[in-house]
């Protein structure tokens, strides 16, 4: 058979398709760059004749007692600049520099401009009291329903905003409220809304996603995101943002640009020119419509972070029982046995690493007959059948099965020692730690991914007798702000146990400056959010950050991956040569200087 030279058919093909990707995105480019040079031409006259009567102060129903920071009315006049030119757009600061504050004071800016509203406020349920407090802090003339509770108590509300019975200038409702039900995304629809914020919006970076389109259908004439972390994982979920915000202006062009930023980004030094480019390319497209600073700019004032990875050697137990693991997951793997997913691997790596106990390791199966047999004596468990005890004994972890043991009296003697419970080797590291910061006078913010982990700490913080107090994802919402009251004006409290997800948002924590990552996020800027409770706004002394990584462990890998990924967010916010600052620093700039701050 004949061998064909030259270029087959599939290449020319794909040749072809990157040609025409390639040709939609320079042209979006080209765009940009016209509505970039607009947008500064505008402040620059602004700045050449004193302001011409347009340069935005802080909005006179602002609570006079409260100032906005100069970087906040540079914010404020950013967003001012966006909606006079028609745009929607991205106010990126990093976490800590009061997105809520510069969003309320645009609304405020908005109300005295004449556009009274009805706006929209979608804020994930764990921020809901914190925008409550703030909106009520910093501007109380602003009219505000909560879309919240039950569907029973949204179905009352959404009577009363038909017949009109409520006067309102801002709806606050969350994520899972606007789009729960058919009749709660139907409301949104009909609703004729001037803007909607989205605060927390990276929760929008899928633009594949059920959440992201019903949200799309939302009825506002004007969209605005407020994000600490808009690039994550790859550029496409930042081209998910601007598609959201700008939807006229991509969405005709969302398979090319699916496909053009779709590829993970590498660390630099292993990039293409192709990749370079790309990261060049989304730089262009995201230059107007997108506002970052980072506090090191911004806030000179603010007390620097000192990061420190602490590697802690396993207990001699824990490693043995880990490399078990790992051997036996490894023999599953290379035998092809169906039910081994990877993910379910590295969860239980990752839990081992962390502590035995998130195992079942020490409660053998002959022990677990004899204590199933034993709950026939309970009161509770007497007509029981003991096989169905066992059942669902051996699928509890050995924390678990000790917390069963001191619940009930007739197995009580099966309760583990805290020999063992402290056996793990970050908790060796940490005892230490503590120690040392409690003597120092420091205090202490204590995040865990795993709220069984939180329950292992319980036990340990008792025993070191450090007081403390706990919140993670069972917390009452109610009883958040609360909690955070009570750490911020009790210094003899030491330490605040947080789940990382529930304690990331919407919490100031800065009355603590030590923050200790007992276990880090696959994904880096869940771990930044737990950091910014204390490194924000209001922090007096230098914050450090220690992340507990068990040597030898898959941790180790994890971190490296972060570290790759918060490149990613360095190369993309990073100025180019002449400029100053992040993306849009000219703008900004420009705007500083406007109005000579």
Avoid at 156 to 182: E, G, M, P
Avoid at 306 to 311: A, S
Avoid at 397 to 419: G, M, R, V
Avoid at 497 to 526: E, F, M, Q, R
């Amino acid at each position: 058979m004949c061998k064909t030279n030259g270029l087959s058919e599939d290449t020319i093909m794909n040749c072809k398709i990157l040609l025409k990707e390639r040709d939609v995105v320079l042209r979006l480019m080209n765009k940009c760059e016209e509505i970039s040079n607009n947008l500064t031409k505008q402040v620059t006259k602004i700045t050449g004749d004193g302001g011409g009567g347009w340069n935005i102060k802080q909005p006179s129903i602002l609570n006079q007692s409260m100032e906005l920071k100069p970087y906040q009315k540079i914010g404020l006049n950013w967003l001012a600049l966006l909606h006079k030119h028609g745009l929607n757009g991205i106010l990126a600061d990093e976490m800590g520099l009061g997105k809520t504050i510069q969003a309320i004071a645009f609304l405020a800016y908005l109300y005295q401009e004449g556009s009274k509203g009805p706006h929209l406020i979608v804020v994930p349920a764990s921020t809901l009291d914190n925008w409550i407090r703030e909106v009520n802090l910093w501007c109380p003339d602003l009219d505000v329903l909560f879309y919240y509770g039950s569907q029973e108590d949204r179905k009352h509300l959404r009577i009363d905003i038909h017949n009109k019975v409520v006067d309102f200038n801002v709806i606050v409702t969350t994520y899972n409220c606007a789009i729960s039900s058919a009749e709660d995304r139907s409301l949104f629809r009909r609703l004729k809304l001037h803007y909607s914020i989205f605060d927390e919006g990276h929760m929008l970076k899928n633009m594949g996603s059920v959440r992201y389109q019903h949200l799309m259908t939302i009825n506002a004439r004007n969209r605005l995101l407020l994000t600490g972390t808009p690039v994550q994982n790859n550029l496409l979920e930042l081209m998910s943002l601007l598609n959201f915000v700008m939807p006229h202006m991509f969405s005709s062009s969302t398979s090319e640009i699916r496909r053009m930023f779709s590829s993970k980004t590498k660390a630099a030094e292993e990039q293409s020119i192709y990749e370079k480019e790309r990261i060049a390319h989304a730089k262009q497209i995201i230059k107007p419509f997108i506002l970052r600073r980072v506090k090191e700019e911004v806030l000179k004032q603010l007390p620097p972070k000192k990061d420190v990875v602490e590697l802690c050697t396993m207990s001699e137990k824990q490693e043995q029982l880990y490399y078990d693991l790992m051997n036996r997951f490894k023999k599953s793997i290379d035998s092809q046995e169906k039910n081994t997913e990877m993910g379910n691997v590295m969860m239980q790596l990752r839990k081992m690493a962390n502590h035995p106990l998130l195992h079942r390791q020490y409660y053998t199966a002959d022990k677990l007959q004899m204590m199933s047999k034993l709950m026939l004596k309970e009161p509770t468990h007497c007509e029981a059948n003991p096989d169905l005890i066992f059942e669902d004994m051996s699928v509890m972890t050995d924390y678990e099965l000790h917390l069963l043991c001191k619940q009930y009296a007739n197995i009580s003697d099966f309760k583990l020692e805290n020999d063992l419970i402290f056996d793990s080797g970050k908790f060796r590291t940490l005892q230490h730690i503590l120690s040392d910061f409690k003597e120092k006078g420091n205090r202490v913010v204590l995040f865990s991914q795993f709220t069984m982990m939180l329950d292992i700490l319980e036990v340990l913080l008792k025993h070191l007798q450090h007081r403390y107090i706990r919140l993670d994802g069972k917390t009452q919402i109610s009883d958040r702000i609360h909690l955070i009251d009570e750490f911020n004006t009790d210094m003899d409290i030491f330490v605040f146990l947080l789940s990382t997800k529930a304690g990331g948002l919407g919490i100031n924590l800065t009355s603590a400056n030590v923050v200790i990552l007992h276990d880090i996020d696959c994904n880096p800027y869940n771990d930044k959010q737990a950091e910014d409770r204390c490194h924000r706004v209001g922090q007096t002394r230098e914050v450090k950050v220690i992340k507990l990584i068990s040597k030898g462990t898959i941790e180790e890998s994890m971190l490296r991956i972060s570290q790759q990924k918060l490149k990613l967010e360095q190369d993309m916010t990073a100025a180019d040569a002449g400029e100053e600052g992040a993306i849009p620093a000219d703008i900004a700039t420009l705007l500083k200087t406007s109005l000579g701050l």
